[in-house]
Antibody
Framework: EVQLVESGGGLVQPGGSLRLSCGASGFTFSSDWMSWVRQAPGKGLEWVASIKRDGSETSYVDSVKGRFTISRDNAKNSLYLQMNSLRAEDTAVYYC??????????WGQGTMVTVSS | IVMTQSTHSLPVTPGEPASISCRSSQSLLHSNGYNQLDWYLQKPGQSPQLLIYLGSNRASGVPDRFSGSGSGTDFTLKITRVEAEDAGVYYCMQRLQIPITFGQGTRLEIK
């Protein structure tokens, strides 16, 4: 079964850090670009970051540049998002998604990140 | 690139057609001849799912009552006969340029 499973979400204070993980199974993880997409409570979808198949290229939305780092370990079929200097506006459900062919064709179930004191 | 879905909520009777529009602030036509526009559906309590890619191609497993059309800056998602299971929020998304951007979403409500 094709699957993405996120973990690592939780409650963190403003200025704090959190590392999200996403485990992949059922498809060739190393062949696909991977991305993180988030959704604030009651809001729409926002692309956060993407990483190339071999990890050699990354891109970020402006609001997280310098604070978030996307990475991957193809040997472990895993995607990561290191989030530093967290702000209240980073509160959201974070989804990992596989970008096979460019579209987000596989999504995880999401992990909730709440930034609050 | 700003993506605009002008209809925020669309009530539809089962069996009736539905049409959702999306406009981009600049052309999404890539030099390869394909429009870099996807449609996603997020059903209540679920993760988003891919419906249409490259403007008009149905994703695997998507019923043929869904179709995508348009080119350049104006795109439309059509459902020929709405079913109860089609309820949710529909998003268009451009992947021509970074940052990838989504429309605000159109909520399809079943009457």
């Amino acid at each position: 079964e094709v699957q993405l499973v996120e973990s690592g979400g939780g409650l963190v204070q403003p200025g704090g850090s959190l590392r999200l993980s996403c485990g992949a199974s059922g498809f060739t993880f190393s062949s696909d670009w991977m991305s993180w997409v988030r959704q604030a409570p009651g809001k729409g979808l926002e692309w956060v970051a993407s990483i190339k198949r071999d990890g050699s290229e990354t891109s970020y939305v402006d609001s997280v540049k310098g604070r978030f780092t996307i990475s991957r370990d193809n040997a472990k079929n895993s995607l990561y998002l290191q989030m530093n200097s967290l702000r209240a506006e980073d509160t959201a459900v974070y989804y990992c998604a596989s970008s096979g062919g460019g579209s987000f064709d596989i999504w995880g179930q999401g992990t909730m990140v709440t930034v609050s004191s | 690139i700003v993506m605009t879905q002008s209809t925020h909520s669309l009530p539809v009777t089962p069996g009736e057609p539905a049409s959702i529009s999306c406009r981009s602030s600049q052309s999404l036509l890539h030099s390869n001849g394909y429009n870099q526009l996807d449609w996603y559906l997020q059903k209540p309590g679920q993760s988003p799912q891919l419906l249409i890619y490259l403007g008009s191609n149905r994703a695997s497993g998507v019923p043929d009552r869904f179709s995508g059309s348009g080119s350049g800056t104006d795109f439309t998602l059509k459902i020929t006969r709405v079913e109860a299971e089609d309820a949710g929020v529909y998003y268009c998304m451009q992947r021509l340029q970074i940052p990838i951007t989504f429309g605000q979403g159109t909520r399809l409500e079943i009457k």
